[in-house]
């Protein structure tokens, strides 16, 4: 399963990459992502920064809204429009098995 960051300079220490190095990755000077990770931490980074910056990394960003509690009106088809695609392949999945059992129950009682 993919490993989950939430600040651009964990994801760069998990990498083991500097500072510098990920300003050579990106084409910048190192004040530039010692900038981005202050500004990050000040939640003032632009999501184009983020974007670029992850490229570098070799990671996908992702920019979520996140209910705080469960939202009974989301039907089980949002919750699956909202999920990632391995997420997605489970749902068809455990769905698939579903209807298989339904189908030979269904057969068994006739």
Do not use: W
Not at 78 to 88: F, G, L, Q
């Amino acid at each position: 399963m993919a490993k989950e960051f939430f600040k651009l300079g964990d994801a760069r220490q998990y990498l083991g990459l500097t500072a510098d190095q990920l300003a050579s990755r990106l084409g910048v000077a190192q004040s530039t992502i010692i900038r981005a990770e202050q500004s990050e931490r000040r939640k003032s980074i632009s999501i184009k920064t983020l974007e670029k910056t992850a490229a570098a990394l070799g990671m996908e960003f992702q920019y979520k809204f996140i209910t705080k509690k469960a939202n009974p009106k989301l039907n089980e088809l949002e919750r699956i429009r909202a999920m990632n695609v391995e997420d997605k392949l489970l749902k068809v999945i455990e769905l698939s098995e579903l209807a298989i059992k339904l189908n030979h129950a269904s057969k068994r009682a006739r």
